[in-house]
């Protein structure tokens, strides 16, 4: 099995309060945009669009069958939301985004990646793959879905949020999902 390396670059506004960690992106055939969560039956940007729009296709080019790559990035970087992955590097068992396919080769280097976010204090894991690795090299618990602990980087006290897989694979309605991450992402 050939070792993929991670195709993007670490997504960090300078702003950025959040940032938002998934296990790798999903093999590029299944790409509908050069960006995170880039499969379209993925429905990351459809919370986001019911979230912050109340509208579940503010992302979406129907038509195409493709994210709107601009208005994303546009507004994750206004919002202060940054993205990555736990794996740099990694196998695939089968030839699936499933994290239980996945072998991690090389991990993210975590403490570097929160070093280059200097306003962040939370973290969103979005799956139980990322969540167990971010956990483990933190040191904290493993928190249930929908639910949040503290950890400790470098003397900072923050803040990780285990939050419902995105994939429509993980046995959760859309509207389901977005209320547990309105936990989160909707700052008071």
């Known amino acids: 099995m050939p070792v993929e390396c991670h195709p993007l670059e670490p997504f960090l506004p300078k702003n950025a309060w959040l940032l938002m960690l998934g296990s790798f992106p999903p093999s590029k055939q299944r790409w509908s945009m050069d960006f995170f969560y880039p499969n379209?039956?993925?429905d990351m940007w459809r919370i986001f669009g019911l979230l912050f729009f109340d509208d579940k296709d503010h992302f979406v080019d129907t038509e195409r069958k493709r994210f709107r790559k601009e208005?994303?990035?546009e507004f994750l970087t206004k919002e202060?939301?940054?993205l990555y992955d736990t794996a740099c590097a990694v196998r695939r068992t089968k030839n699936t985004?499933?994290?239980k396919d996945l072998e991690i080769v090389t991990p993210t280097d975590l403490d570097s990646l929160l070093e280059r976010l200097p306003h962040c204090t939370t973290v969103v894991t979005t799956g139980e793959k990322a969540t167990t690795v971010f956990a483990t090299h933190?040191?904290?618990?493993v928190p249930k879905v929908g639910t949040s602990v503290e950890f400790l980087n470098n003397g900072k006290?923050?803040?990780?949020?285990?939050?419902p897989s995105s994939s429509r694979a993980y046995p959760m309605k859309l509207e389901k999902k977005a209320e547990q991450y309105r936990k989160v992402l909707i700052r008071k």
């Open 40 to 42: 379209f039956i993925n």
């Open 97 to 99: 985004a499933s994290d």
């Open 138 to 141: 933190f040191g904290c618990p």
């Open 71 to 73: 208005q994303i990035v």
């Open 80 to 82: 202060g939301v940054a």
């Open 157 to 163: 006290r923050m803040t990780l949020f285990r939050m």
